[in-house]
Each structure stands twice: as structure tokens, then as C-alpha cells.
């Protein structure tokens, strides 16, 4: 055996250093001690769960639950480092079937934290509450016999000024833990979920019999409403949940769930089937949005890949890959069944065509009538006058100076500019437009706002209606007051001055998105901008809408006083355009 000695360079670390070295791993932030709870609790069968934190979890995070409880020796127990009562030999980490595992969780929080600790079975007399500092039990004594665990954690990282200075503001934290209870709901749909904060529940998740209903609770409507269910299955796999319909996807990842064996997870293997299976169907800038389940085989999924379970390895990609890549498509396809290599042309021809006809069908007005017009209307509305034969000669339009043609599908405007002609997406260009002008008058700090007349009640989920409420000041000084109308009820009061009609409801649905993105996004000017793009899109003329020749004449106008820029703010096309070289070459009358 090696001795070691004072002149060795190698060296046991103490017991106290090892268990901070192993909290490192596992306990990253308070979100990191609500997610490993409440996987024991999960574990443990319970059927109702609540959660309860202060100033971000660092005073204070209590998790309860109602289910099996411990007895005292197993209470002790469970805080000796890799104590577990999930795993029996080596062979079991190949077939994991429950949500923790590893029996880290509890010694590695208590390694940085204060822990109390009351718990009770149902066969017991009375129940066990013990106190944990710095992983040793410090007291241990009776406690009311209430079936089922309650864990108390405070002062967490109190003696780890290094660990602590990485973490975010209180709010943020808060978000983050609300992220992992968010999950955790939408993989036990039949749990139910509370969580508070500072006193305010923040999250009220009753149990429900479904997974819809659950993600319904979760996500705002829309997300079900334009939302394609799936349901795959294979030999040891099955798949289901929810896509968002392609014509409906947006520069938005939100949200963009996956769960393996109910546990939230990332896999680029499936991250990469799901891309596959919309192809080129999915609109340019956009990206799919989805909340999947994946059942698989314990035997054919790692778990234990990465320390904090975030991620799994599969024991056969491809065929994971192929399953989930098959399901999306077929469902975007609108046809049943999971279907063999030899389908995939001809599933390929299906999105096509369903892709055509659902953009026909999404490009009518947002707001006002939607009657289409008879055959008779619509040919006049299209038909280009035709001058007769002028007796002078024809002069070319001065430069700069537009000349309106026309208006195709109620989506494209035609006119000639100077002596070019050009086709403009009347949506995109808007948006172009007024995006320049809510950008520079925030710049020149002389953005208006313009009160709405009757504004209606917003109902939102409770982690939404605290993200506006953290960011209402910022909002104001965009032009947006958005006033709280009960707990999770607010009113759209003021739109910058300048934008057309605004649907209140699905703004303040993009805007939440875009919310979302700004803890990811320190610098000002890029927040700003995110919501200003989402302004002009809601304010622009909507695709559908019919347009007089004069309307045709000033939007184009204004879109090249802006400097005629070809995308809008969210990297959409403006326009195509042809210039007299090119149609001089087109009809011959120059050499190509």
C-alpha cells in the first residue's frame, strides 16, 4: 500500500471538500434543488406537490408532497453520499425506470446548504424531522406522523461566495425553477403542482387525465389550437404529443420539449428527426415548435450520460431518428400510420400540397370581414386598365417617381418604380416600414403611445403574467402599457402611435416569446429590437387584404423612402424586382 506523507504532492481531500466537489455537479442553481426534489417526490407516488420559495431559492425552497414518506432509519440513511433505493447491483443502470437514481441528491444539497427534513410512513406512530448542516445530521427528532416528505432548504450556497456570484437576479432564478416545475407538470400530467413564491402562487397545475389538458395548462392555447398530434409507435418505441402546424411556426423555439420515459431531456438525434421531418416545408427563419414523448425500452436508453440527467444516449440512433422523422412528416401530411421507406416520395408530394393549401387558407385578413368576393368582383378588383395608343410619344417615367399596376392574390403589389418593375409583398414591406419608423423614433426617444379604446381582459398563465409584470417599466417606454387586472389578468391599454389595428391577444402571445428570449439577450438594442419587429408585424396590412391602386402607390413609396430594404425585420423577403435591362433582354430586344 502507498503511504502518504507530508512530502507527497497528492493528497485525500477531506470528506467536506469531496461533497462540495460532488454538490458542484448536481446542485448548479436553486432551479438545480427543485428539479432533484422533485424527482424524489415524484418517485415516491405522490399525487399532489408543492413547491414554496424565497428571494430566488437562496432563503429558502420547501418542497412537499403526500407521497410514501420514510421511516426514521431510512431518513438518516438517505443523506449517506450514493445512498439510493432505486438501484441494487450494476445490472439496474442499464434498465432505469425511475426519475432519480444516482443518491447524490440529498447529501449534495445539504453539502450547501442548511436541510430539514420531516417525513412519515403510513404504518408510522410518529414521523422523523431532522436537521442536516454542512452533511452531517445535525439533530434528529419526533414529528407529527403526516404521511409523506416535506424538505426544507436555506442559506443555499451561504459559505460559497464564488458559487454564488455566477447566479442570476432573484427574478431570474425564480424563472429558472419555474422552467423545471413547468416540466415536471408536463410529464406527470395526473400530479398536481403548486408553486409559490413569496407568498403568490405563481403555478396552480391541477392533475388532469391527459397530456393535451396538460400542455393546454402549460402553454397558451394557441399552441393546441394550431397544433398536430402525433402518434408513432415501433417495436420497443412509441411517440407522441404535439407539432405546431409549419404555417404557424415562428422565429420562436418556444416551446420545444422532450421527454424520454417522462424524464425532460435533450437528444440532437431527435432535435435533428423532427428538422428532417418538416423539411423545406418549414418557412425560412422559422423553426418547429413541439412537446414530444418518447417511450422507449429502459434496456435501449442511457440515462446516465450527463451528471444532471440532461441528456440520454440511445442505443440505436437511427432508429429512433427514422421513427420520429416519419411521424412528423406523416402528420404534416395529414396521413395515418407510421409509414415504410416507400412512402416517403409520395409523402413528400402530400406536405407540398398540403403546404400550398393551408398558406391559401392563412392568408385572409386577421381583423375585419373575411367574405370572399364573387368571380365577377374579384376580376375587376385584378384587371389592369390598358391605355389606348397615346398620339405622342411615349415618355419613361421620371426616376424616383411610382407608378401602380396592380395587386395579385390580395398579397402582391405591382407598380413600376422609376424604370424598374416590382413585385412587393405588401405584408412584408409594411412591416419593413414600420419597424423603421418605431426603431428611429425610439432612438430620437420620441416614441408616442396611443391609448386603445376598449381594451379586453387578457387571461394568462401565472409564470406569464409575472414576466410582464417584471418587465411592465420597460414595456411603458416602448409605448405599451399593459396594466395587471387581477392575478394573472392584464389589459393591452396602449400600442405605439402609428400602428395599424393590433390584435391584443396574439401581440401580447408574441410578446411573451420575445420576453422570454431577453434573459438570453444582455444587450439593450437587440431586446428592443425583438419587440419592435413583433409591433410591425401586428401593425402591417395582414396578407388577404384588397388594396386601391392609391394605397398601392404610398406603401410602395414609403417602402423605398426607407432605403428599400429587401427583408423585413424577421428576415422575410420584400420584393422582386426587375429592372428595364433584364426585361429588355427577356423580350429579345438586346443581345442576352
Not at 86 to 96: P, V
Not at 308 to 330: G, W
Amino acid at each position: 500500500m502507498l503511504k502518504t506523507d507530508g512530502g507527497t504532492k497528492i493528497r485525500l481531500l477531506p470528506e467536506d471538500v469531496i461533497g462540495r466537489i460532488a454538490a458542484g455537479e448536481v446542485v448548479e442553481r436553486p432551479a438545480a434543488v427543485v428539479k432533484e426534489l422533485l424527482e424524489n417526490s415524484i418517485d415516491a407516488g405522490s399525487r399532489s406537490i408543492s413547491i414554496e420559495v424565497k428571494d430566488g431559492g437562496l432563503s429558502l425552497i420547501r418542497v412537499t408532497d403526500d407521497g410514501e414518506g420514510m421511516s426514521r432509519p431510512d431518513a438518516i440513511c438517505a443523506f449517506q453520499r450514493h445512498a439510493t433505493s432505486k438501484l441494487r447491483s450494476d445490472a439496474d443502470l442499464w434498465s432505469i425506470r425511475t426519475m432519480g437514481f444516482r443518491g447524490e441528491a440529498l447529501p449534495s444539497i445539504a453539502a450547501v446548504a442548511h436541510v430539514r427534513l420531516l417525513t412519515a410512513t403510513g404504518s408510522d406512530e410518529v414521523g422523523t424531522k431532522l436537521e442536516v448542516v454542512g452533511g452531517l445530521v445535525g439533530s434528529m427528532t419526533d414529528a407529527p406522523p403526516v404521511v409523506g416528505t416535506r424538505i426544507e432548504v436555506t442559506g443555499l450556497f451561504e459559505h460559497q461566495p464564488a458559487r454564488k456570484k455566477f447566479l442570476k437576479s432573484a427574478p431570474t432564478e425564480c424563472t429558472h425553477m419555474i422552467r423545471v416545475v413547468q416540466q415536471a407538470a408536463l410529464a406527470w400530467p395526473a400530479i398536481h403542482f403548486r408553486f409559490t413564491q413569496h407568498t403568490q402562487e405563481l403555478l396552480n397545475y391541477p392533475a388532469v387525465r391527459s397530456e393535451r389538458e396538460r400542455i393546454g395548462q402549460v402553454y397558451p392555447r394557441a399552441f393546441l389550437d394550431h397544433g398536430l398530434p402525433l402518434d408513432g409507435e415501433q417495436p420497443g418505441v412509441r411517440l407522441t404529443g404535439y407539432i405546431i402546424d409549419a404555417v404557424h411556426a415562428k422565429p420562436s423555439r418556444i416551446p420545444q420539449e422532450l421527454f424520454v420515459n417522462r424524464r425532460p431531456v435533450r437528444s440532437l438525434t431527435v432535435s435533428h428527426a423532427v428538422g428532417e421531418g418538416y423539411g423545406s416545408f418549414l418557412p425560412r427563419g422559422c423553426h418547429p415548435r413541439f412537446v414530444l414523448f418518447l417511450d422507449v425500452d429502459p434496456e435501449r436508453v442511457d440515462v446516465n450520460v450527463h451528471p444532471t440527467k440532461r441528456e440520454v444516449r440511445f442505443s440505436d440512433n437511427e432508429y429512433i431518428h427514422e421513427l420520429v422523422r416519419r411521424a412528423v412528416r406523416q402528420r404534416l401530411s395529414g396521413r395515418a400510420g407510421v409509414q415504410g421507406p416507400e412512402d416517403t416520395e409520395a409523402a413528400d408530394r402530400a406536405i407540398s400540397q398540403s403546404a400550398g393549401s393551408r398558406t391559401s387558407a392563412s392568408s385572409l385578413p386577421m381583423s375585419g370581414p373575411t367574405e370572399m368576393p364573387s368571380i365577377s368582383e374579384a376580376r375587376d378588383e385584378v384587371q389592369l386598365a390598358f391605355a389606348s395608343e397615346a398620339a405622342e410619344s411615349y415618355v419613361r417615367v421620371p426616376a424616383g417617381e411610382v407608378v401602380a399596376l396592380g395587386q395579385i392574390n390580395r398579397t402582391f403589389l405591382v407598380a413600376q418604380a422609376g424604370g424598374d418593375l416590382v413585385v412587393v409583398d405588401q405584408h412584408t414591406a409594411h412591416e419593413r416600414v414600420l419597424f423603421e419608423r418605431l426603431h428611429r423614433a425610439w432612438t430620437t426617444h420620441s416614441l408616442q403611445a396611443q391609448p386603445l379604446l376598449l381594451p379586453d381582459p387578457l387571461e394568462l398563465s401565472p409564470d406569464h403574467a409575472e414576466l410582464i409584470r417584471r418587465y411592465q417599466d420597460d414595456l411603458e417606454k416602448l409605448g405599451l402599457e399593459i396594466e395587471p387586472f387581477g392575478a394573472t389578468t392584464v389589459l393591452l391599454r396602449s400600442t405605439p402611435t402609428g400602428l395599424g389595428q393590433v390584435d391584443p391577444r396574439m401581440f401580447l402571445e408574441d410578446l411573451l416569446e420575445d420576453l422570454h428570449q431577453w434573459e438570453r439577450v444582455p444587450a439593450l438594442e437587440a431586446r428592443i429590437r425583438s419587440v419592435l419587429a413583433s409591433l410591425a408585424c401586428h401593425g402591417a396590412v395582414r396578407s388577404g387584404r384588397s388594396m386601391k391602386l392609391e394605397e398601392i402607390k404610398v406603401l410602395v413609396e414609403e417602402w423605398r423612402s426607407e432605403g428599400e430594404i429587401t427583408t423585413c425585420p424577421h428576415g422575410r423577403r420584400t420584393c422582386f424586382r426587375l429592372s428595364t435591362d433584364d426585361l429588355e433582354k427577356m423580350f429579345g430586344r438586346v443581345g442576352w
